[in-house]
């Protein structure tokens, strides 16, 4: 069983910061592209940033300039630091990770919510 752990949601005032992170096995991590998604109350789960093991990246149009994602191979994490957050941000944030080869598993954290509000 892989499991994807995330870390560092909770409640941020509208134009702070946040930094997620998760950590994956490394079995995967290497060769796994490793993303974010968010899903909004009420809403579809979204992609916010991917990161593929050769780095290339994906970012959504709406947090382009705001967030960075990056990853650590030694360490086996990916982090996703998010600026000038706004209230549209709120989602539950889950971690993801790619097989490259299509048609294969794909991995998902628990999830971990960020809340932005005044």
């Known amino acids: 069983q892989v499991q994807l752990v995330e870390s560092g949601g909770g409640l941020v005032q509208p134009g702070g910061s946040l930094r997620l992170s998760c950590i994956a096995p490394?079995?995967?991590?290497?060769?796994?592209?490793m993303g974010w998604y968010r899903q909004a109350p009420g809403k579809q789960r979204e992609l916010v940033a991917a990161?593929?093991?050769?780095?290339?990246?994906n970012y959504a149009e709406s947090v382009k300039g705001r967030f960075t994602i990056s990853r650590d191979n030694a360490k086996n994490t990916v982090d996703l630091q998010m600026n000038s957050l706004k209230p549209e941000d709120t989602a539950v944030y889950y971690c993801?990770?790619?097989?490259?080869?299509?048609?294969?598993?794909?991995?998902w954290g628990q999830g971990t919510r960020v809340t932005v509000s005044s």
């Open positions: 490394g079995s995967i991590f290497s060769i796994y592209t």
């Open positions: 993801n990770a790619k097989n490259p080869v299509p048609g294969r598993a794909n991995y």
């Open positions: 990161l593929s093991s050769g780095g290339d990246t």
